[in-house]
Protein backbone atom coordinates (compact mmCIF):
# COMPACT_ATOMS: atom_id res chain seq x y z
CA UNK A 1 0.00 0.00 0.00
CA UNK A 2 0.94 3.59 -0.62
CA UNK A 3 0.12 6.90 1.40
CA UNK A 4 0.76 10.17 -0.48
CA UNK A 5 0.50 13.62 1.62
CA UNK A 6 -0.05 16.57 -0.21
CA UNK A 7 1.28 19.90 1.67
CA UNK A 8 1.23 24.10 0.14
CA UNK A 9 -1.74 24.84 -0.68
CA UNK A 10 -3.09 29.05 0.36
CA UNK A 11 -4.24 31.62 -1.00
CA UNK A 12 -2.50 33.50 -3.62
CA UNK A 13 -2.67 36.71 -5.50
CA UNK A 14 -2.38 36.46 -9.15
CA UNK A 15 1.22 37.03 -10.13
CA UNK A 16 2.06 34.63 -7.05
CA UNK A 17 3.53 31.43 -6.17
CA UNK A 18 3.27 28.78 -4.16
CA UNK A 19 4.97 25.32 -3.65
CA UNK A 20 3.31 21.67 -3.35
CA UNK A 21 4.57 19.24 -1.49
CA UNK A 22 3.69 15.55 -1.86
CA UNK A 23 5.69 13.01 0.54
CA UNK A 24 5.25 9.48 -0.38
CA UNK A 25 5.40 6.29 2.08
CA UNK A 26 4.95 2.52 1.74
CA UNK A 27 5.87 0.37 -1.46
CA UNK A 28 8.04 3.32 -2.73
CA UNK A 29 10.47 1.44 -4.21
CA UNK A 30 8.94 0.31 -7.59
CA UNK A 31 7.38 3.23 -8.11
CA UNK A 32 7.12 4.63 -12.08
CA UNK A 33 6.18 8.39 -11.80
CA UNK A 34 4.77 10.88 -9.47
CA UNK A 35 2.52 13.93 -11.09
CA UNK A 36 0.00 16.15 -10.05
CA UNK A 37 -3.45 16.92 -11.03
CA UNK A 38 -5.86 19.44 -10.00
CA UNK A 39 -9.82 20.08 -10.32
CA UNK A 40 -11.71 23.28 -10.32
CA UNK A 41 -15.18 23.58 -8.99
CA UNK A 42 -17.56 21.82 -11.50
CA UNK A 43 -15.10 20.49 -14.02
CA UNK A 44 -13.70 17.25 -14.04
CA UNK A 45 -9.93 16.08 -13.24
CA UNK A 46 -6.85 17.57 -15.09
CA UNK A 47 -2.94 16.56 -15.77
CA UNK A 48 -0.72 19.01 -14.61
CA UNK A 49 2.39 17.90 -14.38
CA UNK A 50 4.55 14.08 -13.74
CA UNK A 51 7.69 13.14 -13.78
CA UNK A 52 9.63 9.36 -13.78
CA UNK A 53 10.94 8.84 -10.34
CA UNK A 54 14.53 7.13 -11.78
CA UNK A 55 15.19 9.40 -14.97
CA UNK A 56 14.06 12.79 -14.06
CA UNK A 57 11.92 13.14 -17.08
CA UNK A 58 9.10 15.42 -16.84
CA UNK A 59 6.02 16.39 -18.95
CA UNK A 60 3.81 19.60 -18.69
CA UNK A 61 0.18 20.70 -19.36
CA UNK A 62 -0.25 23.01 -22.19
CA UNK A 63 -1.93 25.64 -19.70
CA UNK A 64 0.91 25.20 -17.42
CA UNK A 65 4.45 24.83 -18.90
CA UNK A 66 6.51 27.85 -18.55
CA UNK A 67 5.04 28.87 -15.28
CA UNK A 68 5.02 25.35 -13.41
CA UNK A 69 8.23 23.58 -12.60
CA UNK A 70 7.69 19.55 -11.35
CA UNK A 71 11.11 18.09 -9.17
CA UNK A 72 11.53 15.63 -6.82
CA UNK A 73 13.86 14.31 -3.94
CA UNK A 74 14.30 10.50 -4.07
CA UNK A 75 16.34 10.25 -0.74
CA UNK A 76 12.63 11.77 0.85
CA UNK A 77 10.08 10.08 -1.62
CA UNK A 78 8.86 13.39 -2.09
CA UNK A 79 7.77 15.59 -5.49
CA UNK A 80 7.29 18.90 -5.57
CA UNK A 81 5.37 21.72 -7.78
CA UNK A 82 6.84 24.89 -7.78
CA UNK A 83 3.79 27.05 -9.14
CA UNK A 84 4.86 30.37 -10.70
CA UNK A 85 2.60 33.12 -12.09
CA UNK A 86 -0.22 32.12 -11.03
CA UNK A 87 -3.98 32.76 -12.70
CA UNK A 88 -7.08 33.03 -11.06
CA UNK A 89 -8.02 29.79 -13.74
CA UNK A 90 -5.04 28.01 -11.52
CA UNK A 91 -7.40 27.76 -8.31
CA UNK A 92 -8.56 24.17 -7.90
CA UNK A 93 -7.90 21.27 -5.73
CA UNK A 94 -4.25 19.36 -6.52
CA UNK A 95 -4.26 15.90 -6.55
CA UNK A 96 -0.68 14.20 -6.31
CA UNK A 97 -0.92 10.85 -8.11
CA UNK A 98 2.01 7.95 -8.06
CA UNK A 99 2.06 4.83 -10.74
CA UNK A 100 3.31 1.92 -10.94
CA UNK A 101 1.90 0.28 -13.81
CA UNK A 102 0.33 2.17 -16.48
CA UNK A 103 1.44 5.82 -17.84
CA UNK A 104 0.99 8.80 -15.48
CA UNK A 105 -1.88 9.89 -16.81
CA UNK A 106 -3.43 7.06 -14.72
CA UNK A 107 -2.07 6.82 -11.33
CA UNK A 108 -2.49 4.13 -8.91
CA UNK A 109 -2.46 5.74 -5.39
CA UNK A 110 -3.95 9.53 -5.10
CA UNK A 111 -3.02 12.00 -2.46
CA UNK A 112 -6.20 13.79 -0.12
CA UNK A 113 -5.56 17.22 -2.35
CA UNK A 114 -5.03 20.53 -1.46
CA UNK A 115 -6.36 23.78 -2.23
CA UNK A 116 -4.81 26.03 -3.98
CA UNK A 117 -6.86 29.71 -4.50
CA UNK A 118 -5.68 32.61 -6.68
CA UNK A 119 -7.54 35.71 -6.20
CA UNK A 120 -7.71 38.33 -8.69
Known amino acids: QVQLVESGGGLVQAGGSLRLSCAASGRTFSMKTMGWFRQAPGKGREFVAAILWSAGSTYYADSVKGRFTISRDNAKNTVYLQMNSLKSEDTAVYYC?????????????WGQGTQVTVSS
Open 97 to 109: GSTYSGTYYHPDY
